[in-house]
């Protein structure tokens, strides 16, 4: 027997049950960035390998062992997007967007990471992301902080997730804390785990992002890269979070938040929530002021984040109880009367667009198409046959409420179904 075909692991199906959720979320973050002057880009979901292991970092665990790369039919090595802060920077660079401008941008699709599939990890997951080039901050850090902050309000979720900050200085700061750490953690080699020992001389920052409890003593102990800032940084640093203040927006500095991509150098953040278990980060970003100089660009400031959607959805999914319900079930009873339904259901479409009509198929006796009427979930049947079309009449059944079968002239329809179904 043939095998099974299956979907890929960790790729999930949105099925018709889960759509309303998705369209309601794509469709509240549309509405926010166009009030807060945000332009939409979409790139290819490809891109050149190159562009992700010049950006993301060759030895961060995203490039070094989560891409999807392959080889096309011309031998070029491509790789499904793991993230679209890349592909933004690229685009930008290409069209010619980013010298001497400002833009604020954003995006939203499917990314891919060929991570350990589990609740809240996927490999392939959606994000919706902003990025603003062109702006060097603090006050760009707090509006994209603030419009995230709205996004949490408008799903109801502000009490659930919780702010991080931190700044990992500029890339000098970096290098100088980097050295510090790297002889500190030397001195206590037996503390280190094997995938600390591997980051060591690679990506030492990271380690003091391990999840493994027992680092937990060294990590605390580790020097503090607050203490290497350079001026600019600490001021920036310091006008973030006064901002902040002023403005009533929780945070709490997470001196070890440093990020998994290497791109990232002043102000970094997180919001979190406990409620979703290990896979706890619903929105990421930062700064990334040097991506654009080190792609051959004009320098340029640049800062944005993306929201895990799956993840953001499994937390407001439990206040939407959506579903979209159908108002009209059109029974057509002999072809004389499918010819005249279909014609009416086009002229309904055309006058009451918002009108969400169904009309039987394949045709059946009353009963069989009423069955069919009752299990689709709409509000009534509009039945037609000979008899009544001869008196240019249809029937009107009401399918969820206890009320008796009514006779409408034909022309009376449209008012009808919009007291009834759109008012
Ligand atoms: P990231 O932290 O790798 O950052 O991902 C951002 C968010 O995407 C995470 O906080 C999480 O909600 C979601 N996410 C990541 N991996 C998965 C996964 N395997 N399954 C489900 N959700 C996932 C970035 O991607 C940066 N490009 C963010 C950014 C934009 N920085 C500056 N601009």
């Known amino acids: ?43 290819p ?48 660079l290409e069209h010619g967007l980013l010298h001497n401008q400002t833009q604020r941008l954003w995006y939203m699709g499917p990314m891919f990471r060929h991570e350990r599939p589990q609740k809240g990890r996927y490999r392939q997951f959606h994000q919706f992301g902003v990025e603003v080039f062109g702006l060097p901050g603090p006050d760009i850090d707090v509006e994209v902080l603030l419009l995230a902050a709205r996004l949490w309000r408008l799903l109801g979720i502000e009490n659930k997730v919780r702010l991080e900050i931190n700044t990992l200085g500029t890339m000098a700061c970096r290098a100088r804390y980097r050295e510090a750490l790297v002889v500190y953690l030397q001195e206590n080699p037996d503390q280190l785990d094997e995938d600390s020992k591997k980051r060591l001389n690679t990506n ?7 999840k493994n409890p027992a680092l937990k003593n060294l990590i605390s102990g580790a020097p503090k890269l607050l203490d290497y800032l350079n001026d600019s940084a600490r001021e920036h640093f310091s006008r973030l979070k006064s901002m902040l203040d002023g403005l009533g927006i929780k945070y709490l500095v997470n001196p070890n938040l440093v990020r998994g991509l290497d791109y990232y150098c002043n102000t970094v953040f997180e919001w979190v929530t406990d409620e979703l278990g290990s896979q706890g980060a619903i929105c990421a970003g930062g700064h990334y002021d040097n991506l654009v100089a080190e792609l051959g660009g004009q320098s340029t400031p640049a800062i944005g984040f993306a929201i895990g959607l799956e993840r953001l959805l499994a937390l407001v999914v439990e206040n939407w109880k959506l579903e979209v319900v159908l108002h009209v079930y059109l029974v057509m009873l002999g072809e004389e009367a499918e010819i005249a339904g279909f014609n009416l259901a086009e002229e309904l479409h055309d006058v009451l667009p918002a009108l969400r009509l169904l009309s039987n198929c394949s045709g059946g006796d009353l009963g069989k198409q009423l069955k069919r009427a009752d299990k689709s979930g709409a509000k009534l049947a509009l039945i037609l046959d000979k008899s009544k079309l001869d008196i240019n009449c249809v029937t009107v059944k009401y399918l969820r409420e206890n009320k008796s ?19």
Request: glycine share 6%.
């Open 1 to 43: 027997m043939a095998k099974k075909l299956q979907a890929i692991r960790g790729m999930n199906d949105v099925l018709p049950s889960d759509t309303p959720h998705w369209q309601r979320l794509e469709s509240i973050l549309q509405n926010l960035m166009i009030s807060y002057g945000y332009q939409e880009v979409r790139s």
């Open 204 to 210: 030492p920052l990271r380690i003091l992002d391990s």
């Open 45 to 92: 979901l490809l891109e050149p390998t190159e562009l992700f292991v010049r950006t993301i970092g060759e030895v961060t665990d995203i490039v070094s062992k989560e891409m999807y790369t392959f080889e096309d039919r011309n031998g070029d090595s491509l790789t499904l997007r793991p993230e679209g802060t890349a592909s933004c920077v690229r685009l930008g």
């Open 405 to 423: 079968e009514i006779t409408l002239q034909i022309g009376g329809i449209e008012k009808f179904l919009k007291e009834e179904c759109l008012a």
